[in-house]
């Protein structure tokens, strides 16, 4: 079984989705059986390369103060940390995560893209220094054991695995993807946002078991955090 997964760096609920989906798989009896792929997502294609501060940033997007702003994060922040995952609520930054979907696209190739997408998830929400220059890049790549000079050859490359990141957005819009993290499982069931770990359990479970061809059963309640065009769900104080 095959488990697609819409996704981008910049993505909080991207970050913690991941983590209940892990959680779900890891108890799932057939884990050994099931292939995880992600795909590429960028929630604003024309985001600047430079890196800016998220805290401005969150509140330009959502009109709140920056002292708003911080606490929204916060919040944010203690999802993640129940989830066991570090995030640091300030000091971190965004900026246009194209590059990074292209170097995953080679990761995948050489056999190594889940340990790169968590290493990018690390670097960007739980370490202050960015995670997008490209020299940095290059490290992290590293990290997640991939060649140092190929991966610094792709980003060198603009056009670099650029379409394989251009088909996986054109999946997505096809299938209706409007925000991520969105799971497709075997091209039978669509579950969107950051999921409790048991809908992904039941979910795992009802792919297994299913044979219903497309259109993708929606799996899950609508309302779980996600993060779109528009912007990342808040949570509520």
């Known amino acids: 079984m095959r488990v697609e997964v819409w996704g981008d ?13 892990d959680q779900a798989l890891a108890g799932f009896e057939h884990r050994e059986d099931v292939e995880v792929v992600h795909r590429s997502f960028e929630l604003d294609p024309h985001a600047p390369r430079a890196a800016r501060p998220v805290i401005p940033l969150l509140a330009a997007k959502y009109g709140l103060s920056l002292e708003q702003a911080e606490a929204a994060e916060g919040h944010i922040a203690e999802n993640a940390r129940g989830e066991g ?32 997408l968590d290493v990018l998830y690390r670097a960007n929400f739980a370490e202050e220094r960015s995670a997008f220059a490209t020299a940095r890049l290059v ?17 060198a490359d603009p056009e670099a695995y650029a379409d394989a990141v251009r088909e996986d957005e054109a999946t997505a819009s096809a ?8 799971f497709v499982l075997d091209r039978r069931l669509g579950v969107s946002g950051a999921q409790p770990v048991e809908t992904f359990a039941r979910a795992l479970e009802q792919a297994w078991e299913s ?3 497309l259109p993708l059963i929606p799996v899950g309640g609508g309302d779980a955090q996600a993060c779109g065009p528009d912007g990342c769900a808040l949570p509520q104080q």
């Open 211 to 213: 044979q219903v061809p």
């Open 175 to 182: 299938m209706g993807a409007t925000g991520v993290p969105f």
């Open 139 to 155: 490290e992290l790549a590293v990290e997640a054991r991939l060649d140092g000079e190929a991966a610094a050859a792709v980003l």
């Open 9 to 21: 760096i910049n993505c909080p609920w991207c970050y913690i989705g991941k983590a209940r989906f």
């Open 85 to 116: 995952l570090p995030y640091l609520s300030g000091g971190r930054d965004a900026a246009n995560s194209f590059d990074m979907h292209r170097l995953l696209h080679f990761a995948k190739e050489q056999g190594r893209q889940a340990e790169l």
